[in-house]
């Protein structure tokens, strides 16, 4: 099976983790076998895009065997692990920039603002790999879901007795918009509403971590636009 950039990003970290934990002494009992498995992926992955395998050590028992002599510290050891991933990683992240966060457009022309920002923000996440581009989408997806949820709730959703949601307050606007336009049991109202609370949560989390990566600001774009779309489907067919 071919690797996406964005598993082999996954299976590069896996890979490294379980070398660190090795290294530091806080490995698992499936850390061996789950290494080779991964390494293997990793590898044939990594060759199918010309790139070299970072980690030559084809086994835990051969890592635990050359540690030792590159380092004498967990630290320096963290260090020589990081050392080797970091250009691969580079590799794969602007392979999966270079895809792009799928996204199909809006299905009209009435959301013209929306689709822009939303244009704007995928090309600022293939801009470059740094922690203030990553923070800097998970803010432009903040921005995105306030401002959906400001166009697509209505003052007559809201349930008899609620206080009125305020303007920035995106994730109960677009959770009482959804029982309003999505309809549907009280399981899909529930699935709906994790849905808004993931897609807040990753751009959250994404704004304010300071060791955001390029998944995390890839998933906080394909769940933004996600929404986005969603709604507008819903909006239209109610209309």
Request: hydrophobic share 40%.
């Given at each position: 099976?071919t690797r996406t950039p964005v598993e082999l990003l996954q299976l590069l ?50 890592w635990r065997g050359a540690y030792p002599s590159i380092s004498k510290t ?70 995105i879901l306030i401002e959906l949820g400001q166009l697509v709730y209505r ?85």
């Amino acid at each position: 099976m071919t690797r996406t950039p964005v598993e082999l990003l996954q299976l590069l970290d896996a890979v490294a983790n379980d070398l660190r934990a090795i290294a530091t002494g806080t490995s698992s009992a499936q850390a061996p076998e789950r290494y080779q498995d991964n390494r293997e992926e990793l590898d044939e992955g990594l060759a199918a895009h010309g790139i070299p395998s970072p980690f030559p050590w084809k086994d835990l028992a051969q890592w635990r065997g050359a540690y030792p002599s590159i380092s004498k510290t967990y630290e320096g050891r963290r260090e020589h692990i990081e050392a080797r991933a970091a250009p691969v990683r580079k590799q794969l992240e602007r392979l999966a920039a270079g895809a792009g966060p799928s996204d199909s457009g809006p299905a009209s022309p009435d959301w013209p603002e929306l689709a822009s920002r939303i244009t704007e923000l995928r090309q600022e996440l293939t801009s470059s790999p740094t922690l203030d581009v990553y923070q800097d989408v998970g803010r432009r997806a903040r921005e995105i879901l306030i401002e959906l949820g400001q166009l697509v709730y209505r003052p007559e959703m809201l349930p008899v007795g609620a206080e009125t949601p305020q303007e920035a307050n995106a994730k109960a606007r677009l959770d009482y918009a959804a029982t309003a336009l999505m309809g549907g049991s009280g399981s899909v109202r529930k699935d709906w509403r994790r849905l808004i609370n993931a897609a807040w949560d990753l751009q959250q989390s994404l704004t304010h971590s300071g060791s955001a990566d390029f998944i995390s600001a890839f998933a906080a774009v394909q769940a933004t636009m996600l929404l986005v779309w969603c709604f507008e489907q819903a909006v239209r067919k109610c209309d």
